[in-house]
């Protein structure tokens, strides 16, 4: 069987965003960029799954993006992935667009399971599992916590307010990976020295006409720092007494 | 006839939720400004409370009824919304941004041809056309976007849209369509509530708490708070991390962006990817004992000081006003 698994490669969480001069982007200029963490779950649980059914399962990482997602990509090979495509367009793309790709590759890869970070920490859609099954015709199942694959059947728990969902489904299929899927493993380094010769195949990103036009980007409106009302408890009846009478939250 | 905009009414343990009012309401205002009919769709068995959305202005809803539909399917909900969707002609489709909305409206979109706009924090009209304002980088940055597609699928943050009542008499005409086969290829078979507790991305007020609690062991110290606020309990990243507290607690970047009415912070510093998920709450008190700390730049109201001292007399100073 081979099992897909989509990266995207993102801003870190820890770096500051700047809007960019065109004022629809960001500022690349300064910026980390590593894998999306909800991916290394996915990574993770394809990585089992490889484990789970043995040989003649192979493990595909695909990404679409510019040049520097191969560095995405190659993290992906040194946690033990097979092989990775590079689906090029240094333009970005949204949801749709980036789905539309995935699912063209996927298709002619054939493979059965798609694994994909529940969201991206870019533009924070959490729409590209959802839409890439929906080109393939495959079921869904996002923001998956908890996963069982047995011959056919897919069992898994989805995260949802206040608990979760059972959801039984069906091969093939795409999974939304949730943080407490798993814990993803580090590299090793034996695994980064390997990556070094596994292959990372180039190939133009199907075309797809965008359906959400940015306008603009800005900040939020900075917060003006509030008052500090004391250092011990005596302050707590005068913090009250605000959030009743001014804030009215209370 | 007006064309359509229709406003998916999500119910859960067969009652409409307050997020339903949140989309009823929304849908409401762009039908006047965009002179549209708006209409509810509810899916499931026996839901009690759907005529309640003529409160907020829905004139009309279209319950999707059958005995396998209590509980959400993806597939299922998938195919009677865009069938409809495509049969009436709709124009736009407003969704909750809740754990079921933002599952669907992708899929429906697709069908349908739709661009969604997930996580919408602001709808306004300019010139005729649909802007939407959504947080990116989990609240760093804010793009306004519009939609090229001719059929639009708008997502909102749950909490964030006003559910309006215009006429607490009025209730909303019902329409039941049976759904005899509905197609099940991925359903949920079971819900596992945790135990009782307010989920942070539904909450008017959270309290969370960070490694300042020095261990699980005083997280009660956050939960007796949150209990006489009527509060959800939340978590910094860190402390879900070292294992204190499950990852449904977690707020910010790799957790959940909220925007409550009254955001608490107990001994949390206020890492970057933290502040970018709360910091769009409308009041933020901090509690730390490090006046220097980042969460102090965002906080109406703060007490620099210890957690084990303060968090007590608040909860008691909290009871006291509530009884």
Known sequence: MKIAVCVSHVPDTATKIKVGTDQKTIDPSGVTYIVNPYDEFAIEEALKMKEKFGAGTEVIA????????????????????????????????????????????????????????????????STVPQILAEFLNYSCISVVVSLKVDGNKVTAEREIEGGKEVVEAELPIVIGAQKGLNEPRYASLKGIMAAKKKTIEEKPAAPAEGLVEVMIMKKPAEKQPGRILGTDKSAVPELVRLLREEAKVI | MAKKILAILEQRDNRLKRTAFEASSLAVRLAGELNLEAEGIVIGNDVENISEAGKYGIKKVIHFKNNNLSNYSTSAYTKIISDYA?????????????ALGKDLAPHVSVRINAGCLMDCVDVKISSGEVIATRPVYAGKALIDVKLKSAVKSIVIRPNVFKAELKDENAFSEIEVINIDNPDLSAKVTEIKKSEGKLDVAEADIIVSGGRGLRGPENFHLVEELADALGAAVGASRAVVDAGWRDHREQVGQTGKTVSPSLYVACGLSGAIQHLAGMSSSKYIVAINKDKEAPIFNVADYGIAGDVFEILPALTEEIKKIKS
């Open chain 2, 86 to 98: 495509k049969e009436k002609g709709a124009d736009y489709l407003i969704f909750s941004g809740t």
């Open chain 1, 62 to 125: 695909l990404s679409v993006g510019g040049d520097s997602n191969k560095e995405t990509i190659r993290k992906a090979l040194a946690m033990g992935v097979d092989s990775g495509i590079l689906l090029k367009d240094e333009n970005p793309r949204d949801s749709f667009g980036i789905a539309k790709a995935l699912a063209e590759e996927i298709r002619n890869l054939a493979c059965e399971l798609v694994f994909c970070g529940k969201q991206s920490v870019d533009h924070d859609n």
